[in-house]
């Protein structure tokens, strides 16, 4: 597990003294009144816990608290994913879109693909480079297909709760 040592921010105290000892389950954090459905994923213990993933956002980091359980798994298995190095992993936006989870990740630039366009005067070709840090594109395929997981078993745990859990899928 990659953890900062520096969350000495009065926020990252108060949560950190609030929340039960590390190994124990994540729990929500209750800030504001709860009378929205959304919540900031930074206030889970899992932020706190691998706060590599939420240094970069480019946008809210927000999801429907019904899905806090899935996302806090999804950060786990990328965690086991990535090793003994972040990769540069970020959380970049956790939007909701027609009340279905749209998580955006990056990983670091070195293992940005790049897209090549040659024209030899008639005909374009396109190609996509694999950098030499994930050459076949493993460590990218791999998260995107946890990431899709974790989208699909949010809203498979929401229905469930919706309706008294009587269609859970242990599939995902």
Not at 19 to 27: H, Q, V, Y
Not at 87 to 111: I, Q, V
Request: hydrophobic share 40%; charged share 25%.
């Amino acid at each position: 597990m990659k953890r900062n040592s520096s969350n000495n921010t009065p926020l990252a105290k108060f949560i950190a003294h609030a929340l039960p000892k590390r190994g124990m389950p994540a729990t929500i954090m209750e800030i504001n009144a709860g009378k929205t459905p959304n919540m900031d994923v930074r206030f889970l213990s899992v932020a706190l816990h691998f706060d590599y993933m939420f240094e970069r956002p480019f946008g809210d980091l927000v999801i429907d608290r019904r899905w806090a359980a899935s996302f806090t798994q999804t950060c786990i298995e990328i965690d086991k994913a990535l090793g003994n190095s972040t990769h540069g992993f970020s959380w970049r936006m956790l939007d909701t879109e027609g009340g279905e989870p749209h998580w955006y990740w990056a990983l670091a630039k070195e293992y940005d693909q790049q897209i090549r366009c040659f024209f030899d005067g008639e005909n374009t070709r396109v190609e996509i480079a694999h950098p030499w840090t994930d050459p076949v594109g493993e460590l990218r395929s791999t998260i995107w297909g946890i990431v899709d997981r974790g989208m699909r078993r949010a809203l498979n745990w929401q229905d469930a709760a919706n309706d008294g859990g009587s269609h859970v899928s242990g599939g995902l």
